[in-house]
């Protein structure tokens, strides 16, 4: 399995740049880096995926090294809704097994007024 | 249009008693998976339909868990005996297909097995 490493828990204030790295050193070849917002008695909801350089959506930015041992979902001046957990998940998307649908325990963001 | 729902929202119930937990996926999603998620956790893989059929329940924790989805949309998560270990909230997910990037979730049941 291709374990991922984040940070427990990160604090912004409003308006500020976040950035949450995951780490991810036995990444296989042909998997994908996904990331999962989750608010308090909420299912998680997907917020991004990408496989190598950058990708960015309305929500954020990810950005991945050419060795692809770790990766970083960047949050835009974040809000206070922007307060979740956010999880980073490493799979190949079309297994569906249970390599592909493992959640670390996630990055608690807290963003403070 | 509907997201993926989950009833009950809460379910209390004694320890050794038995329980079903449902879930409706989003109309013509045809995968289909249940979590379980304990405080302070991630969501942790139980078991993936593909269409009628369980294609991976390698997650079941043991065999007092079992997962249907007789006509291909809604599924029933049953657990019997249930224990004081299973209390969790349990999560459903959907997505159009196996290999579909994101999968949409349902705000989940809060199991509490007294």
């Known amino acids: 399995l291709a374990k991922t490493t984040q940070p427990i828990s990160m604090d912004s204030y409003e308006g500020q740049e976040v950035n949450i790295t995951c780490s991810h050193n036995?990444?296989?070849?042909?998997?994908?880096i996904t990331w999962y917002q989750q608010f308090p008695s909420q299912g998680p909801r997907f917020i991004i995926q990408?496989?190598?350089t950058k990708v960015t959506n309305e929500v954020a930015s990810l950005f991945i090294p050419a060795d692809r041992k770790s990766s970083t979902l960047s949050l835009p001046r974040v809000s206070l809704s922007d307060t979740a957990v956010y999880y980073c998940?490493?799979?190949?998307?079309?297994?569906?097994?249970?390599?592909?649908?493992?959640f670390g325990s996630g990055t608690r963001l807290q963003v403070q007024p | 249009g509907a997201g993926v729902s989950q009833t009950p929202s809460n379910k209390v119930t004694e320890k050794g008693k038995y329980v079903e937990l449902r879930c409706d996926p989003i109309?013509?999603?045809?995968?289909l998976y249940w979590y379980r998620q304990s405080l302070g956790q991630g969501p942790e893989f139980l078991i993936y339909?593909?269409?009628?059929?369980?294609?991976?329940d390698s997650g079941l924790p043991n065999d007092r868990f079992f997962a249907v989805r007789p006509e291909g949309s809604v599924s029933t998560l049953k657990i019997q005996r249930t224990e004081r270990g299973d209390s969790a909230v349990y999560l459903c997910?959907?997505?159009?297909?196996?290999?579909?990037?994101?999968?949409?979730f349902g705000p989940g049941t809060r199991l509490t097995v007294l």
């Open positions: 997910a959907s997505s159009p297909n196996a290999g579909y990037n994101e999968q949409f």
């Open positions: 036995n990444i296989a070849t042909n998997d994908y």
């Open positions: 990408g496989y190598k």
């Open positions: 998940l490493v799979g190949f998307p079309m297994d569906t097994g249970r390599r592909a649908l493992t």
């Open positions: 109309s013509g999603h045809t995968a």
């Open positions: 339909f593909q269409g009628t059929g369980a294609a991976d």
